[in-house]
């Protein structure tokens, strides 16, 4: 399970949509700082855990969606092995 810390620490954003079919709201990256104060940094920050605290901010909707963006750049020794 990860946590709201846990996910601030790896650089991860979490991204909230609306599901509900007439409303075309774009998604929203949640502000994870602003939830560690709400929540604490030991909160769990996967789909079960947050999604029930989410409503869309234009319909007001409770039919919402979360989505992990993670960080993909690369890390560590960058050099090709077949490099000559």
Do not use: W
């Not at 810390?5 to 599901?19: K, L, N, P, S, T």
């Amino acid at each position: 399970m990860s946590t709201i810390q846990e996910r601030i620490d790896r650089g991860e954003r979490v991204m909230a949509h609306c599901q509900s079919p007439t409303c075309y709201s774009p998604s929203r990256e949640l502000d994870l700082e602003a939830l560690k104060a709400k929540l604490g940094p030991d909160h769990g920050a996967m789909h079960d855990s947050l999604v029930p605290l989410l409503k869309c901010s234009v319909c007001g909707s409770k039919n919402v969606g979360i989505t992990i963006h993670v960080d993909q750049r690369p890390t560590g020794d960058l050099t090709s092995p077949f490099k000559r």
